[in-house]
């Protein structure tokens, strides 16, 4: 069936540094995709998502790029935070529901 | 506000057994997901419901059946439990169908032994 991402890799940086978690996904169908974010003993946490009419939309630090063309998703969290620590999650939808499909994820820890 | 509330938080059944978990959405959310999330398979999609209907369905067997009641709180319920079935469940609430901003509870974390 039609997945999102594949590993779940962990990516390390330090505090203040900037931060880049990847995505691949398969569905060109997919018109929605959103970014969110999961710490220990939560669920996930809405952060930001962007349309397949769009290329780049900016949030408060965070920043989602989406490039069509090869099917890939980014999002680039500035000033990386020890609060930012978690597991980010990519998830892509088609126009005709709420199903959203989800990537395996990547751990982002935060040295300080 | 509150937020999406899930009880139980933790469930232990064994094998067998059958069991059924809660949600209740935002106020004034009408559109309830539930996913399933397992370190091997991540977060799967497992049912929708809006306006006490089921709107969309994931690749679950039969025994993964949900339901919303008027009110737009919603239970799912997982029969002849498998171990394989120990994950967390998770319940997303929207507005409306089709929204695709979704807020999700804490989960529910069932161990089948």
């Known amino acids: 069936g039609e997945s999102v991402g594949l590993h779940l890799p962990t990516l390390s940086v330090q505090e203040g540094d900037n931060s880049i978690i990847n995505c691949a996904y398969s569905?060109?169908?997919?018109?929605?995709f959103i970014w969110y974010k999961q710490e220990s003993g939560k669920g996930p946490q809405f952060i930001i998502d962007i349309r397949s009419n769009m290329d780049k939309r900016q949030g408060q630090r965070v920043t989602v790029l989406l490039n069509k063309t090869v099917k890939h998703l980014s999002l680039q969290i500035a000033a990386t935070q020890p609060g930012d620590s978690a597991v980010y999650f990519c998830?892509?939808?088609?126009?005709?529901?709420?199903?959203?499909?989800f990537g395996a994820g990547t751990i982002l820890r935060v040295k300080s | 506000k509150a937020g999406v509330t899930q009880t139980p938080r933790y469930l232990i059944k064994t094998r067998g057994q059958q069991v059924t978990l809660s949600c209740s959405p935002i106020?004034?959310?009408?559109?309830v997901s539930w996913y399933q999330q397992t370190p091997g398979q991540g977060l799967q999609f497992l049912f929708e419901y809006f306006s006490e209907t089921q709107r969309n369905k994931g690749n679950f067997p039969g025994r993964f059946s949900g339901r919303q009641f008027s009110n737009s709180r919603s239970e799912m319920n997982v029969s002849t439990l498998e171990l394989g079935d120990s994950a967390l469940y998770l319940c997303?609430?929207?507005?409306?169908?089709?929204?695709?901003?979704?807020?999700f509870g804490p989960g529910t974390r069932l161990t089948v032994t």
């Open positions: 106020s004034g959310h009408r559109s």
């Open positions: 997303a609430s929207s507005f409306t169908w089709g929204s695709y901003e979704q807020y």
């Open positions: 998830a892509e939808t088609e126009e005709d529901g709420n199903k959203l499909v």
């Open positions: 569905n060109s169908a997919s018109d929605y």
